[in-house]
């Protein structure tokens, strides 16, 4: 497989690079250290300046034989496309990986991405639902 092939592949190509790159923005504006809302109100307003169709805390029910047994809330949906899920701390745990997916499972979404406003900067994670 060639590297065109390859780039063909990736899943929501544009709309991540613009999820990203909106990501990036905020933390060059504001910095590491403020707490997780801090930075999601900060997505929201530029992804609206972007005019990024998204929702934010957006709730999902976790369902058994038909009863509501859970609720779990993400942080944005982007275009009812992308799960993301914002962090705040220098490392990525193995909880927040498990939360997003639970969150592919749940919504039966193909991508999200897991985005840790770090000290160092902003790492991020491309989740794939593979089921």
């Known amino acids: 497989m060639g590297y065109g092939d390859l780039?063909?592949?990736i899943v929501y190509q544009e709309l991540s690079y613009e999820i990203v790159g909106s990501v990036f923005e905020v933390y060059n504006s504001i910095g590491y250290g403020y707490p997780e809302k801090y930075y999601q109100k900060a997505v929201a307003s530029v992804f609206k300046t972007k005019n990024i169709n998204f929702k934010e805390q957006v709730a999902y029910n976790l369902k058994l034989n038909g009863?509501?047994?859970?609720?779990?809330?993400?942080d944005f949906l982007v275009e009812d496309k992308v799960i993301v899920e914002l962090k705040q701390g220098n490392h990525f745990s193995k909880n927040f990986l498990d939360q997003v997916k639970k969150y592919l499972k749940i919504t039966d979404l193909k991508l999200a991405i897991l985005v840790?406003?770090?000290s160092s900067g902003v790492k991020f994670l491309r989740v794939l639902n593979i089921n």
Do not use: S, V
């Open 7 to 9: 780039k063909t592949k």
């Open 116 to 118: 840790n406003f770090t």
């Open 67 to 74: 009863e509501i047994i859970a609720r779990n809330y993400l």
